[in-house]
């Protein structure tokens, strides 16, 4: 009974593309104490709805009565080919396509009905990472891989460029104990000693206060001076702690031709000539608005600065006057000033 059961979840997941699965039960997560740890050291900044999913992620149950089991799957991403209106920014790879969210979220809701038709009697919820849900935490139980010095899932087939996707369901786990993939980081520490801001800590916590992608995507606010001097040419996310990892680069090539200044200046005068409401528009169905129209052109005015795009200055100037950029539409003319152009 248990093998037709395994041969019925695995041919579904195999059919919706899902590279890796497993099945764990709903109970207390392991991690929850450093969870709670973390943020009680106010790692997460200003995302308060973490802390304000702890019951969910503590009782999962509140999520789905009666719910006994969550089946964990994963799906590649940095796969699509860029569609953005601007392909020449430096974007995480995962946010190049359009939003997971949405597909994802359908195409798992999708799997969710049809082992409704397989089991009847049972009940089947979809989630993603925007549900209170500690997703890494089921993930690990379920087999799928270690965490890694990245904080991030890591499996020695798939690496960690994935999304994970889960669903709670009353049917029964499949296995009494956790299927606990053991540690292979070894004494590596490329993602600790790579990371710019130096977010990544040696007992695998991130603290998100100090992460490209906090200030760039989830932060509605100025990230301080010391911090987006080293941003780089980062203009949405970062993909650094994971492209550095022994093993993702043994699974594809991370080698890219860098833009030119010029192809640069285009994309980056769209998003400063461009209205909030134009922006999102422009962006719509895509993880860019996430950052919301002024998060697009705070992370505009940081990438011309460390990138020294002088051609940019007339577009920069009249953001001085902003309530809410001013601060750093000035610094962003003081680094223009200040150094030559490259």
């Known amino acids: 009974m248990l093998e037709a059961f395994m041969d019925l979840l695995r041919w579904t997941f195999d059919h919706y593309g899902f590279s890796h699965w497993g099945h764990t039960a709903l109970t207390t997560p392991l991690s929850l104490d450093i969870y709670k740890n973390w943020l009680d050291k106010n790692y997460h900044g200003d995302m308060k709805y973490l802390q304000d999913h702890i019951p969910q992620k503590e009782h999962p149950q509140l999520l789905l009565p009666r719910a006994q089991s969550a089946l964990v799957m994963t799906i590649p991403y940095g796969l699509s080919v860029n569609t953005l209106p601007t392909p020449h920014l430096k974007i995480a790879s995962y946010a190049q396509g359009m939003d997971y969210h949405l597909w994802l979220k359908n195409r798992v809701t999708q799997v969710c009905r049809d082992l409704k038709s397989l089991f009847p009697e049972h009940e089947f919820v979809a989630f993603t990472d925007s549900s209170p849900v500690l997703e890494r935490d089921l993930a690990f139980r379920a087999g799928l891989g270690w965490i890694g010095k990245n904080t991030c899932l890591i499996d020695r087939k798939e690496g960690s460029l994935f999304f994970l996707a889960e669903i709670y369901t009353t049917l029964p786990a499949t296995q009494d104990t956790p299927r606990v993939s053991p540690d292979h980081c070894g004494t590596c520490r490329r993602c600790i000693e790579a990371c710019p801001t130096e977010a990544l800590e040696d007992?695998?916590?991130?603290?998100?206060?100090k992460c490209i992608s906090y200030w760039t995507i989830e932060s509605r606010g100025i990230p301080p001076t010391a911090l987006r001097e080293n941003f780089a040419g980062w203009f949405f996310?970062?993909?650094?702690?994971?492209?550095?990892?022994?093993?993702?680069i043994k699974l594809r090539d991370f080698t890219h031709t860098a833009p030119s200044q010029d192809d640069l200046a285009r994309d980056l005068e769209i998003i400063l000539s461009h209205s909030n409401n134009k922006l999102l528009q422009l962006f719509h169905g895509t993880p860019l608005?996430?950052?919301?129209?002024?998060?697009?052109?705070?992370?505009?005015?940081i990438v011309i600065a460390n990138l020294r795009l002088h051609t940019l200055e007339p577009l920069v100037t009249p953001y001085i006057d902003d309530p809410k950029l001013g601060e750093l539409a000035q610094w962003t003319l003081q680094c223009l000033k200040s150094r030559p152009s490259s």
Do not use: S, Y
């Open 289 to 301: 608005v996430r950052a919301g129209g002024r998060g697009l052109k705070r992370n505009a005015l």
């Open 237 to 248: 996310g970062c993909d650094i702690c994971q492209t550095v990892c022994p093993w993702n």
């Open 203 to 209: 007992d695998k916590t991130l603290n998100a206060t």
